[in-house]
């Protein structure tokens, strides 16, 4: 009786769980590493928000009430590499904790990797100056203290930034500044962000 070999059995259930754990610990492995490639080389960052210049092309006070049109230029830079789309953006100026000024920043849209130079100017509220503080201009040592009040600037921009064309990620900015303002003729002393 020779030469017929006996048929081999067939793998066991222990063999096929055993292939099946180690096939989805490679496939969560490699999925791991690409997350954390995808995160660390496209991960969105938010943009950021520099004020270049304040300047008060208006400014009267009378009695112990403020008038002025304000001008700032901002300079907003995308550092990701996707078109950020700014929707949801203001201005605020606060004079003492409240806001004495609002403007809307129109939508627009910021390529990648690029600055976009935006000026605004606007009237704000007319208010009652509580309180003149002695200043002396920056950077000006030596030189006699004007008094002067100080305004606060705050600029909100937020959108969103498209990854690699398909998933969106919500990003936001924001810039406050201080702005001092001699109260005999309304030039600016000043300002720090």
């Keep these: 009786m020779g030469g017929r070999k006996k048929?081999?059995?067939?793998p066991s259930g222990r063999t096929n769980l055993a292939s099946c754990i180690v096939a989805t610990i490679f496939l969560i492995f490699i999925t791991i590493i690409i997350l954390i490639i995808f995160f660390t080389l496209f991960k969105p960052k938010n943009p950021t928000i520099s004020v270049t210049a304040v300047q008060l092309p208006s400014f009267s006070i009378t009695n112990t009430t403020v008038t002025f049109t304000i001008s700032h230029y901002v300079a907003v830079t995308n550092p990701n590499r996707g078109v950020f789309t700014h929707y949801d953006s203001s201005l605020h100026l606060l004079y003492a904790g409240n806001q004495v000024g609002f403007m809307f920043v129109p939508s627009g849209k910021i390529e990648a990797h690029r600055t976009r130079y935006m000026a605004a100017t606007f009237s704000g509220e007319s208010f009652p100056v509580s309180s003149v503080i002695n200043i002396a201009p920056e950077g000006m040592n030596g030189l006699r203290a004007r008094p002067s009040l100080e305004i606060e600037m705050r600029m909100e921009m937020a959108g969103r930034?498209?990854?690699?064309?398909?998933?969106?990620?919500?990003?936001?900015?924001?810039?406050?500044?201080?702005?001092?303002?001699?109260?005999?003729?309304?030039s600016v002393l000043g300002f720090r962000c």
């Design 7 to 10: 048929p081999s059995p067939p």
């Design 161 to 186: 930034v498209r990854v690699m064309h398909f998933f969106t990620h919500h990003v936001e900015a924001q810039a406050k500044c201080k702005v001092a303002i001699a109260v005999n003729d309304g």
